[in-house]
């Protein structure tokens, strides 16, 4: 399994991570205007939303990067929490908005990122972990561990 290299550090996503988090995720996909207060309250949103699960309560969000040896977030992913009526009220694992600064890619952090976000999951008692990619995307995903299952359908506004 590999290993952040030396200095690197995963850490929850923090209201200070604005500028880092939202330029790595342009690497991803559109982001848009979104303004730093903007920002601090989806970080406050995901940090008081929780659910019960076995009658503990447990964040149903878990943002995380990757900082490097200096304190810089070169990377970023979310892993959500699901609470089901299927499979006796389980929980489903939803990884989201993996992205890795163009400067840092090549150094498997995205494949650590994604083994950390999946094991979280599984550690909070989710039976299975999902994603959704873009067609270009699934070699890397496989390589992550994950396979293809199903068809994503999607309605946008």
Same mark, same amino acid.
């Given at each position: 399994?590999?290993?952040?290299?030396?200095?690197?550090? %995963? /850490? /929850?996503?923090?209201?200070?991570?604005?500028?880092? $988090? $939202? !330029?790595? +995720? /342009?690497? &991803?996909?559109? @982001?848009?205007?979104?303004?730093?207060?903007?920002?601090?309250?989806? $970080?406050?949103?995901?940090?008081?939303?929780?659910?019960?699960? *076995?009658?503990?309560?447990?964040?149903?969000? *878990?943002? /995380?990067v990757i900082l490097d040896g200096s304190g810089r977030v070169i990377a970023t992913g979310t892993v959500f929490l699901e609470r089901k009526i299927i499979h006796e009220g389980g929980l489903v694992g939803? @990884?989201? !908005?993996?992205? @890795?600064?163009? !400067?840092?890619?090549?150094?498997? &952090?995205?494949? %650590? &990122?994604?083994?950390? +976000?999946?094991? +979280?999951?599984h550690e909070h008692g989710c039976y299975k972990v999902i994603l959704d990619c873009d067609e270009k995307n699934v070699g890397f995903y496989e390589k992550c561990g994950y396979r293809r299952a199903g068809v994503e359908m999607d309605h946008r506004l």
């Open positions: 399994m590999p290993s952040l290299p030396p200095g690197y550090s %995963i /850490r /929850r996503t923090q209201p200070r991570d604005f500028e880092n $988090v $939202v !330029d790595t +995720l /342009r690497i &991803l996909t559109t @982001v848009g205007d979104i303004s730093r207060e903007q920002f601090e309250d989806i $970080v406050t949103y995901w940090n008081s939303t929780t659910i019960n699960f *076995h009658g503990k309560q447990i964040h149903a969000y *878990h943002p /995380r939803h @990884v989201e !908005d993996i992205a @890795v600064a163009k !400067d840092q890619q090549g150094k498997q &952090l995205g494949l %650590i &990122l994604i083994q950390h +976000l999946t094991a +979280l999951a």
